[in-house]
């Protein structure tokens, strides 16, 4: 899967995904639109919801090309912020499939 390809998977799994931003093939803003769905799922709990955006995530993860894999965990995951504080999103880390969570350790880790 390139960057074309995981635009159009996002946008044919999650029907709040900007459309100019599909329609321009930007895989970074639709990576950011849908960290910010997330995010709005988990603070609303909806287990459901932020299951089906890591199965998506994982999916692309899975079959995508390097620049898919980076957009994935730095304009998507690193955005769901878990651990702001501001409201419990920490339950949520636990649904990510291991490798997403394996990979948002190590670039965590990196930042320091």
Not at 28 to 48: E, K, M
Request: aromatic share 8%.
């Amino acid at each position: 899967m390139d960057a074309t390809a995981f635009v159009a998977w996002v946008a044919s799994r999650h029907d709040d995904i900007d459309p100019d931003w599909v329609a321009d093939a930007n895989p970074t803003l639709v990576a950011g639109d849908l960290a910010r769905s997330l995010r709005a799922s988990i603070d609303a709990g909806d287990r459901g919801a932020v299951a089906r955006g890591f199965e998506t995530l994982r999916t692309a993860w899975l079959d995508g090309d390097d620049r898919v894999e980076n957009t994935i965990v730095i304009s998507c995951l690193s955005r769901v912020n878990f651990t702001d504080g501001k409201v419990p999103r920490a339950w949520a880390r636990d649904l990510l499939p291991p490798v997403l969570r394996i990979e948002l350790d190590n670039y965590e880790a990196q930042q320091g």
